[in-house]
């Protein structure tokens, strides 16, 4: 049975009032997840928080979800704040030594420059390397890679399962940002192997700011001890009456990254959004994220816009950059906001993010919008 794409609609309120085609940026909440929020702090006050553990079960049925939704195990995946989280867990982790290397790409997200560029300090060689000299960048003092699935300035998007296959044959860590994909197109784990995927879920998860997951292989979490200890660091940590005290002994699982108390009411959020992908599909999902982003060329295309993706090759990816020879995208960008139509800006481009939520009618309104204005 087809999908009724303007039913689904309907769950998201904000699009009622908007022409939102920036995804990119924040994802729309559904009102599922709305209600689930609502629902975890009435449960709060009908119980007094005296069924606080059982909480916790409810994460590990999302552990279960997070995991089908990549491919991999319940017990690969811990619960974070952000992307950021994550690769400072992983950084902070290895010792690094003078003539150590760290390569992203070129225009990353600050995620991935911000802290490598800090080592420098230590002797570690940092490498902002274009696409096009990748794999010359990568030295036997190469330690670790990081980058996105999805460049957020221009869409771009590396063939991440050909490069984790040369890094793997070199022992180099591949560290990988999925927030500007994950919801949006099929991550499958077992086909990457990434040694970390991270994922902040507020972008084409659909979940609120400040809630996300990793993916930590089994190899790399003999390694990689916690960096915030805490009381759910000992493996026994349900045992409440009875905490252990004394050095914690870790679990084998990815949860013993996850220290202490968790955000309930945002895991409760991210729980409806991630279900009302999987009761979707995740490949209906990305075949109907495609077809809108090459719906979006066309039209950008129509209206004289210049796109990378008309150049080189890796740029078929949900996000769209344009560009519109003496105009400026920041200004674009504002002057749509006013005729209540949102996209965004960055580094020159103007950037446009459609979502399964679109629909054409957002096409031809941000195509109608953009012809008054150029």
Known sequence: MPTDWS??????????????????????????AVRAIEQHFAHRDELACSDFLSWFDDADRLRERVAQLINCKADDIAFINNAGAALSLLIGSLDWKPGDRIVTLQDEFPNNIYHPALLERLGVEFVETPWERFYDSISPRTRLVAISTVNYTNGFAPPIEEMARFLRERNVLFF?????????LRFDVDKVRPDLLAVHGYKWLLCPNGIGFMYVSPALRERLAPAVIGWRSHHAWRNVDNLHHGAPVFAASAEKYESGMLASSLLCAMDASIGLMLDIGVDDIERRVRELAHLLRVRLRGLGARLPADESPHFDSPIIAARFEGRDAS????????????VSARH???????????SEVDLDRLESELRELL
Do not use: C, M
């Open 7 to 32: 039913a689904i609609r309907a769950e998201f309120p904000a699009l009622a009032n908007w022409t939102y085609l920036n995804t990119a940026t924040f994802g729309q909440l559904p009102r599922a």
């Open 176 to 184: 990988v940002d999925g927030t500007q994909s994950a919801g949006a």
């Open 331 to 342: 200004d674009l960008a504002r002057r749509l906001k006013e005729r209540r139509v949102l």
């Open 348 to 358: 020159g481009n103007l950037r446009v993010s459609a979502h399964f939520y679109n």
